[in-house]
């Protein structure tokens, strides 16, 4: 008995390592998946993605760029770990007017008015509630940083703030308005922006959940 059960963990063992190789050869090519409570969902290999990167176009178009050598089932494995995320967002690109479906959030020309002044009007409110001052802001679809602030005090969000959780949107933009006095990431820097998130590491941990851009 014993005997027959060490061989069936081997047995098991072979069968998901058959599995991955498997969803590996697939990657070659691009793969279509239906994932329960999301939708249809591709997955491209990229020989230039460094990491597995999910992205979603209005109205539902999502698409997973998968690094060479990562196997369809853990890149699959990503997308549901996400699942609440990318649901968040498909919610909120169906309330959207059709006129922004066709536009997208592909470019810098194509961001949606709405959601920039929304973010904008966000930021002035916590500027004057904190006693912050900046030069200027722009609003644009970035895919590596949800926002930054130059040495002239320029303020730069990304405009898929717009689709984080509100307590997330409020951590970059209070995020950057504390760079305003302190350019860098020193001690100060964080002691400032903790006192006014005291949660501010726990609220960076959770952003950490979430891709920047719209690919």
């Known amino acids: 008995m014993e005997s027959s059960r060490l061989d069936w963990k081997k047995e098991r063992r072979r069968t998901q390592i058959d599995l991955n190789t498997m969803y590996t050869r697939q990657m ?33 178009r999502i698409r997973v760029a998968v690094p060479c050598g990562v196997s369809l089932s853990l890149a699959r494995s990503a997308v549901v770990e996400k699942k609440s995320w990318i649901r968040k967002i498909l919610l909120k690109f169906a309330s959207m007017p059709a006129k922004q479906h066709e536009r997208g ?30 030069t200027r802001v722009t609003v644009r679809n970035q895919k590596t940083r949800w926002g930054s602030c130059s040495t002239a005090n ?24 504390v760079h305003t006095r302190h350019h860098h990431h020193q001690p100060e820097f964080w002691r400032e922006l903790k006192a006014i998130l005291p949660d501010a590491l726990l609220l960076r941990k959770k952003l950490k959940g979430y891709v920047p851009g719209l690919r």
């Open 105 to 134: 959030f592909s470019s810098h020309e194509n961001v949606p008015r709405e959601a920039a002044e929304g973010l904008i009007n966000r930021l002035d409110e916590l500027a004057r509630q904190h006693g912050f001052r900046y």
């Open 28 to 60: 070659k090519t691009d793969t279509e998946l239906t994932i329960p409570e999301i939708g249809p969902v591709l997955f491209a290999s990229s020989a230039k993605a460094k990491r597995i990167s999910i992205s979603i176009r209005p109205p539902d």
């Open 154 to 177: 320029t303020i730069s969000l990304n405009i898929t703030l717009a689709l984080l959780p509100e307590e997330l949107r409020d951590y970059v933009l209070l995020h950057e308005l």
